[in-house]
């Protein structure tokens, strides 16, 4: 359903992004084992099987042919090694993002050079025009991620989480007021 929208990859100065194959599920159960990692998120590190499930569902796609599915694993170019995800979930010209990068390659500023590369990514092919991630309010660290990535949080809240948003038609609205020197 999804072969022929699947996801490119994508690079940026230090990260590769690879579409997400299941044969990466056992590194990544290594990457993601950490509990601290699901604070903000919830839910439990899963084994290596668990995660070759999940990754053969979303490579597989979304059973909306409306909506693409979209994921990456985030290898570091410089040792070979996976350090995290980025995801998007693509329904017409808006992207809802994520990422995630290990407690092993944090501070690091992986996540920030992959978020960033992901809604760069995004908005040069040129079909999404709006980027949104959802963040919980007392998670600094993805706040800093998503404000590195251009998005600015608004005032919705969905599920708790503020909602975090990158508008390619305000930005060019934005751009033509500067260049005329007025207010739209």
Same mark, same amino acid.
């Given at each position: 359903?999804?072969?022929?929208?699947?996801? /490119?990859?994508?690079?940026?100065?230090? $990260?590769?992004?690879?579409?997400?194959?299941?044969? =990466?599920?056992?590194?990544?159960?290594?990457?993601?084992?950490?509990?601290? $990692?699901?604070?903000? +998120?919830?839910?439990?590190? /899963?084994?290596?099987?668990? $995660?070759?499930?999940? =990754? /053969?569902?979303?490579?597989?796609?979304?059973?909306?042919?409306?909506?693409?599915?979209?994921?990456?694993? $985030?290898r570091?170019?410089?040792?070979?090694?996976?350090?995290? =995800?980025?995801?998007?979930?693509? #329904?017409?010209? !808006?992207?809802?993002?994520?990422?995630?990068?290990?407690?092993?390659?944090?501070? #690091?500023?992986?996540?920030? /050079?992959?978020?960033a590369?992901?809604v #760069?990514?995004?908005?040069?092919?040129?079909?999404? !025009?709006?980027?949104?991630?959802?963040?919980?309010?007392?998670?600094?660290?993805?706040?800093?991620?998503?404000?590195?990535?251009?998005?600015?949080?608004?005032?919705?809240?969905?599920?708790?989480?503020v909602?975090? !948003?990158?508008?390619?038609? !305000?930005?060019?609205? +934005?751009?033509?007021?500067?260049?005329?020197?007025?207010?739209?």
């Amino acid at each position: 359903m999804q072969a022929d929208r699947a996801p /490119e990859p994508f690079s940026t100065f230090r $990260l590769d992004a690879l579409p997400l194959d299941a044969t =990466y599920a056992q590194e990544m159960a290594g990457v993601l084992s950490d509990p601290a $990692l699901h604070t903000w +998120t919830g839910g439990a590190p /899963e084994d290596a099987g668990t $995660l070759r499930a999940r =990754y /053969e569902r979303q490579a597989a796609g979304s059973p909306d042919p409306a909506e693409l599915w979209w994921n990456w694993v $985030l290898r570091v170019r410089a040792d070979g090694c996976l350090a995290g =995800y980025v995801q998007a979930t693509v #329904r017409g010209a !808006r992207a809802e993002v994520a990422w995630v990068v290990g407690t092993r390659w944090q501070g #690091r500023g992986y996540a920030k /050079e992959g978020a960033a590369g992901l809604v #760069r990514h995004l908005l040069d092919r040129g079909s999404v !025009r709006t980027v949104v991630a959802h963040i919980h309010p007392d998670h600094a660290a993805s706040a800093a991620v998503a404000t590195a990535a251009g998005l600015l949080p608004t005032d919705g809240r969905e599920d708790g989480e503020v909602r975090w !948003r990158r508008d390619t038609a !305000r930005e060019t609205a +934005t751009d033509r007021v500067a260049c005329s020197g007025r207010d739209l």
